[in-house]
């Protein structure tokens, strides 16, 4: 997956840095080694107790030792990664010299407290009761059924990326960040249907309709098709 960081990491080596985009575990080719030190893939009925978040740091931090350093100028997480990125700072500040967290903030370590549910599925049942009923993408992306509809969908893997990467992009007319007035089903229905999906639909489905046009996508000048074929 580096090859999605390619236009950051260029210009930082280019600067002098050392730049390493590594796949978390269970990301691109990662594979697990099982009893008899056989590798094969994940499967969604896995114990995800090798995921937690403390296994996922102290993969960055082997790493970083792996390469033959003691020290990081920086720490660069996205998305599920800052999360991943904001523990490295916390817990080895000796080696993370600085963190940049991007898309997702860092809400900190947890609490002494008994767990509590994540807030988004505390209003699943009230997104399911909208007209049209709706879910949230990461519920979904929680399902058996999630990585087969994304990974073999109908028209292919292609057009399905590119409808996908639009609607995320500034390109698409509709993306109009805003603050949300309140944490409710109802208004979390104002979110774009990548977010916040109709009950019954892949996000295949979702995304198909907002599709770019040909012409848009032969201008388009951050992911043109051959970057998008890799």
């Known amino acids: 997956l580096s090859y999605s960081w390619r236009k950051v990491m260029i210009p930082l080596s280019a600067a002098g840095y050392y730049v390493v985009a590594p796949d978390q575990r269970g ?13 094969d893939n994940f499967a969604f009925t896995d114990d995800l107790a090798p995921f937690r978040m403390l ?9 970083v ?31 993370f010299k600085s963190v940049v967290l991007m898309s997702a903030p860092y809400l900190g370590p947890p609490t002494l407290d008994s767990p ?25 992306y929680s399902t058996p059924q999630a990585n087969d509809d994304m990974h073999d969908p109908p028209r292919g893997l292609h057009q399905f990326l590119r409808a996908y990467y639009h609607v995320k ?16 089903a109802s208004v979390l229905a104002q979110l774009p249907l990548y977010y916040v999906m109709n009950l019954n639909q892949t996000m295949p489905q979702t995304v198909e309709s907002d599709e770019p046009s040909q012409d848009h996508v032969d201008a388009n000048p951050w992911l043109p098709d051959d970057e998008l074929g890799v």
Not at 27 to 39: A, D, F, L, S
Not at 76 to 81: E, L, P, R, V
């Open 116 to 140: 509590s549910p994540l807030p988004i599925k505390m209003f699943s049942d009230g997104l399911a009761s909208l007209t049209p009923p709706r879910k949230y993408y990461v519920l979904y």
């Open 169 to 184: 992009s500034g390109d698409w007319h509709a993306n109009t960040p805003h603050r949300l007035p309140a944490l409710s």
């Open 27 to 39: 990301y691109g080719h990662t594979k697990r080694r099982g009893i008899n030190q056989e590798y």
């Open 55 to 63: 296994n996922l740091t102290t993969d960055i931090v082997s790493l």
């Open 65 to 95: 030792y792996a390469l033959g350093y003691t020290a990081a100028a920086a720490v660069i997480g996205h998305d599920f990664g800052s999360t991943v990125a904001g523990y490295c700072a916390l817990i080895r500040p000796d080696i």
